[in-house]
Nanobody, 111 residues
Framework: QVQLVESGGGLVQPGGSLRLSCIAS????????MAWYRQAPGKEREAVAT???????VYAESVKGRFTISRDSAKNTVYLQMNSLKPDDTAVYYC?????WGQGTLVTVSS
């Protein structure tokens, strides 16, 4: 059974940074493609960043140059480093792999 547990969300001022973590279990992490999605209030869930098992990354245009996705196979963990945060980045952030979603972690960007 695949399980994904996110952490690292919180309240941050515009221009600040946060790092989200997602610990995966029940999968062979080193061969799994991983992704971060987000859902803002009243909006559809959207892809933010993906990383393949080989480390190839893809980003949404809205976060390019500000967010970095990475993975640590020794820890079965995928990260999302978020810099230069904007109020528009406020959302629940979800980890995703193998048709399974994590429970989400709330990121609020506000002064």
């Amino acid at each position: 059974q695949v399980q994904l547990v996110e952490s690292g969300g919180g309240l941050v001022q515009p221009g600040g940074s946060l790092r989200l973590s997602c610990i995966a279990s029940g999968i062979i992490f080193r061969i799994a493609d991983m992704a971060w999605y987000r859902q803002a209030p009243g909006k559809e869930r959207e892809a933010v960043a993906t990383i393949t098992s080989r480390g190839t990354t893809v980003y949404a245009e809205s976060v390019k140059g500000r967010f970095t996705i990475s993975r640590d196979s020794a820890k079965n963990t995928v990260y999302l480093q978020m810099n230069s945060l904007k109020p528009d980045d406020t959302a629940v952030y979800y980890c995703y792999t193998s048709r399974v979603w994590g429970q989400g972690t709330l990121v609020t960007v506000s002064s």
